[in-house]
């Protein structure tokens, strides 16, 4: 298994500012993505983030308003750019591991944008 | 058609009540099936994970896949108030290596004394 942690546990913006969201894992791993959970509704994958590559975003998903970092295999940032009220959801990293076909989850991020 | 179909409820049943949880899907490519559990304010944390049809126990968990109905179940004997959670299936068919799933919106279970 694995420990995640996301930083911060949640928080209230304005509209039109970005905030940025910390990823960490107690481990090394290959893949990280990003999810958004929205009321209701169903994980959603916004993008799956690659140590040394470029991200790759799902359809509806733009690198401009959601960009990415991925600096080493422990860590990782997702940027919620430009908000607008649609943006208010929970927001979840979560990674791969190797060989066991499962992901695991951080503790999320709840957003809510004025 | 949504891939993965998952009644919302929210389900309530007495404790000690036999719970049963399911899904449905139409991507016949799915081979790995899991369900995740998720308490209000926290992340998913994996419950259950199969792989192809059959039956799978772990405590008072089983997990159920039938491929040629396209359905698969959670079930929950001995229900527990702890156990009130949004519970969520997720499937996958391996593309390239990567493990990208597909989620259900998740059923909300109410277990009360």
């Known amino acids: 298994s694995a420990v995640i942690s996301q930083k911060p546990s949640r928080d209230i913006c304005q509209r039109g500012t970005s905030l940025t969201i910390q990823c960490q894992v107690d481990?090394?791993?290959?893949?990280m993505f990003w999810y958004r959970q929205q009321p209701g509704q169903s994980l959603t994958l916004i993008a799956t983030?690659?140590?040394?590559?470029?991200?790759?975003?799902e359809s509806g998903f733009v690198i401009d308003k959601f960009p990415i970092s991925r600096p080493n295999l422990t860590f990782s940032t997702l940027t919620v750019s430009n908000m607008s009220p649609e943006d208010s959801s929970i927001y979840l990293c979560?990674?791969?591991?190797?060989?066991?076909?499962?992901?695991?989850f951080g503790p999320g991020t709840r957003l809510t944008v004025l | 058609q949504k891939e993965v179909e998952q009644d919302p409820g929210p389900l309530s049943v007495p404790e000690g009540a036999i719970v049963s949880l399911n899904c449905t899907y139409s991507n016949s490519a799915f081979q790995y099936f899991m369900w995740y559990r998720q308490y209000s304010r926290k992340g998913p944390e994996l419950l259950m994970y199969t792989y192809s049809s059959g039956n799978k126990e772990d405590g008072r968990f089983t997990a159920q896949v039938d491929k040629s109905s396209k359905y698969i179940s959670l079930f929950i004997r001995d229900s527990q108030p702890s156990d009130s959670a949004t519970y969520l299936c997720?499937?996958?068919?391996?593309?390239?290596?990567?493990?990208?799933?597909?989620f259900g919106r998740g059923t909300s279970l109410i277990v009360h004394p």
């Open positions: 983030a690659n140590q040394g590559s470029e991200a790759t975003y």
């Open positions: 481990s090394q791993v290959t893949m």
């Open positions: 997720a499937m996958s068919a391996r593309s390239g290596g990567s493990y990208i799933p597909t």
């Open positions: 979560s990674v791969g591991i190797a060989g066991t076909d499962t992901q695991y």
